[in-house]
């Protein structure tokens, strides 16, 4: 344990990784108090690394939300499961978090083997324990405990808030004493348009039928203040790889585009403190998932990997 002396300041980084949909970004979001990770109840959510900073008096942690690990089936896949476990390598504390509703499976045995040749610190982070029963979870650490030799397990529920605050302290135990990295006003690495788009994704992902997400991005084309109205003017183009997913986007006489839109223009009028004006156009691009041009256009930092 990095457990130093007490009068340093702590800083490291944390890598949280999981099967997709255990709440990493919901997680996230909580402990830094606001959104910039994208949250939806659809996999595959988050494709590139979210840092989130979390500066206090003591200590700054510094959070990477990874993509979901799983079994990868086009070249963005194949991207998202490199991201994921690059960072294993990168940092001070990997937190596996698991659905405490959803038990223990092949996803999780998956997972539990690339930690297998980890030197890195690792927590058991049980998310969604409001959904089981106290017996339900013991049972769950039990079987846990067999299969790998985690530094701690700590039940929590991301969407409530609970038992936050003492995973908190427990990473804190785990960290170095080093440097502040960012700004304490600073709360994530990305650039603004990274999270405004990201924030319209979010809205299409939850407005759009199934057959929509995997295939959806968001390039924001510009984004520029117009001081004579005193608003920001943001436009971006949805990419879809179908003709089909374009008419289902925009909807009937162009309803379901404008609902998107107005969703996402609240969350970006919270997060940049100004008024915007947001333009939204669909554009089709066949097979961009499979494209290394492509996703590189789209802010995919494929070349690093």
């Keep these: 344990m990095n457990n130093q002396n007490s009068q340093g300041f702590k800083s490291g980084f944390v890598s949280i990784i999981g099967r997709p949909n255990v709440g990493k ?14 949250m939806s109840d659809k996999p595959q959510t988050t494709r590139n690394k979210v840092q989130g900073v979390l500066t206090q008096d003591d200590s700054q942690l510094v959070f990477i939300d990874t993509p979901g690990i799983h079994k990868p089936k086009h070249k963005l896949g194949d991207f998202m499961m490199k991201v994921a476990q690059n960072t294993l390598r990168e940092v001070d504390l ?3 978090m698991v659905n405490a509703a959803e038990g223990f499976g092949r996803g999780e045995e998956f997972i539990i083997d690339k930690l297998e040749s980890v030197k890195t610190p ?16 013991l ?26 605050d003492r995973l908190l302290e427990q990473i804190k135990e785990y960290m170095p004493e ?9 709360v994530t690495d ?26 959806l991005a968001v390039v924001i084309e510009k ?6 109205r005193d608003l920001i003017h943001v436009m971006a183009t949805v990419i879809v790889e179908r003709d089909s997913q374009k008419g289902i986007v925009i909807g009937k006489q162009g309803k379901l585009l404008k609902e998107i ?11 940049l403190g100004s008024k915007v004006y947001l333009e939204l156009w669909v554009k089709v691009q066949k097979d961009w998932r499979n494209r290394p041009s492509h996703l590189r256009d789209f802010g995919f930092r494929v070349d690093e990997y």
Excluded: C, W
């Design 25 to 38: 970004s919901t997680f996230l979001n909580q402990v830094i108090g606001q959104k910039i990770a994208i």
């Design 94 to 96: 990997i937190l596996f």
């Design 122 to 137: 690792v927590f058991l982070v049980i998310n969604k324990i409001d959904l089981v029963s106290p017996d339900e979870l």
């Design 139 to 164: 049972s769950l650490i039990d079987g846990y405990k067999e299969r790998y030799s985690f530094k701690e397990i700590v039940p929590i529920s991301a969407l409530e808030g609970n038992n936050i």
């Design 178 to 186: 080093g440097p502040q990295y960012y700004p304490a006003d600073q």
């Design 190 to 215: 990305h650039p603004e348009r990274f999270i405004v788009s990201e924030l319209i994704r979010e809205k299409a992902l939850h407005l759009t039928r199934e057959e929509i997400p995997h295939s």
């Design 223 to 228: 984004m520029e203040r117009d001081h004579g």
């Design 261 to 271: 839109g107005q969703r996402a223009r609240a969350d970006i009028e919270n997060l």
